[in-house]
């Protein structure tokens, strides 16, 4: 019986191990996709440069209605893929969602797409401290 238990406990082990390292390894893909395609900026250095840029909320547009920064463009990431030719590729894009997940995969989109100039906003709204607007409804 004791036999039984501890090999029972190895198989649990060795399945939370397997899941611990595949959930490591997406974690560094993600981050390594980022950094190749796209640029992380601060609130302050996004808010600096964001003047001369497209910037694009990546959200759905009920998000987008109650809070966005102010000059920005609601572009969803399911409606990104049909209309990224809307945007120009010799600008740059400045870009985010809530955290940064949604971004980076809008950034590595892009980035295959002849976009070169990508930006994404560290920590995504729920990080951003410069002006926002609501819509009335």
Do not use: C
């Not at 238990?5 to 198989?11: A, N």
């Not at 600008?91 to 971004?103: F, L, T």
């Amino acid at each position: 019986m004791v036999l039984g238990v501890s090999r029972g406990l190895l198989i649990f082990n060795t399945v939370i191990i397997v899941l611990l390292l595949a959930w490591f390894i997406a974690w560094g893909i993600q981050i390594w996709r980022r950094n190749h395609y796209a640029t992380v900026l601060d609130s302050a250095d996004f808010h600096a440069g964001m003047r001369k840029a497209q910037v694009i909320d990546l959200r759905q547009e009920n998000e987008f209605r109650s809070g966005h920064i102010l000059g920005a463009r609601n572009l969803p990431y399911v409606y990104l893929r049909q209309q990224y030719n809307e945007l120009r590729p010799d600008m740059p894009v400045y870009m985010y969602d809530q955290g940064m997940a949604i971004s980076t995969q809008a950034a590595a989109f892009l980035g295959k797409h002849g976009y070169h100039k990508l930006y994404i906003l560290k920590g995504g709204y729920q990080n951003w401290d410069g002006k926002t607007k609501k819509s009335k409804y």
